[in-house]
């Protein structure tokens, strides 16, 4: 089944510890997101990449650091710079040959970050 | 993109419809409706989106207002599975980045 993977389901991050999230996805997707979720709040985009070897930033990205290296991929690396990386990051894509307005996202099942 | 209103909770029975509201009053002409559902612990899915004409599916249906100023998700009916936060999008153009922007949405509970 076609679908966006993240792992692991939980992560702990020790003070000072740079901490890296895996996103793949088998949709053949060119366009890929990190959105960030904490506690009753709704999504904020910490970066996203259009095509493999470019990304850009969203509205969160300090503290964040990520690479497009294959089509497939797009980790996320929390560093020792974000000082409240406690929530829940979600991986997301689309296809890239979507109309405007008619693109959807696929989200993946997400990941806990939490602080030791 | 244009900001959209959202009730913060609503609550429903099982087996009745649900009608979720959405303002968007600044909407132009170019955004398109989107939503999307959260489960618990989940990642967002996507329910529906449309322009202009209401449109179907088979998890839901959007009537969208005459002037787009407002529309309606329909579940036509809920079960306990549908328990879930709804968000209401605008998809403007911005760039074609494919971008959303996910307010807090609408956390709607469903009563056995």
């Known amino acids: 089944d076609g679908g966006i993977t993240q792992s692991p389901k939980y992560l702990f991050r020790k003070e000072g510890q740079n901490v890296t999230l895996s996103c793949e996805q088998n949709?053949?997707?060119?366009?890929m997101y990190w959105y960030r979720q904490d506690p009753g709040q709704g999504l904020r985009l910490i970066y996203y990449s259009q095509i493999v070897n470019d990304f850009q930033k969203g509205d969160i990205a300090e503290g964040y650091s990520v690479s497009r290296e294959k089509k497939e991929s797009f980790p996320l690396t929390v560093t020792s710079a974000q000082k409240n990386p406690t929530a829940f990051y979600l991986c997301?894509?689309?296809?890239?040959?979507?109309?405007?307005?008619?693109?959807?996202?696929?989200f993946g099942s997400g990941t806990q970050l939490s602080v030791l | 993109d244009a900001k959209t209103t959202q009730p913060n909770s609503m609550e429903s029975n099982e087996e009745e419809p649900v009608h979720l509201p959405c303002n968007h009053s600044t909407i132009s002409g170019t955004d398109y409706i989107h939503w999307y559902r959260q489960l618990p612990s989940q990642g967002p899915e996507y329910v529906i989106h449309g322009l202009t004409s209401n449109v179907n599916n088979r998890m839901a249906s959007l009537a969208i207002a005459e002037d787009r100023k407002s529309s309606t998700l329909i579940l036509h009916r809920a079960t306990l599975r549908d328990a879930a936060v709804y968000y209401c999008?605008?998809?403007?153009?911005?760039?074609?980045?494919?971008?959303?922007?996910f307010g807090q949405g609408t956390t709607l509970q469903v009563k056995p």
């Open positions: 949709l053949n997707h060119d366009a």
């Open positions: 997301a894509s689309r296809n890239g040959q979507e109309r405007f307005g008619n693109e959807k996202l696929f």
């Open positions: 999008i605008l998809r403007g153009f911005s760039g074609n980045t494919g971008k959303l922007i």
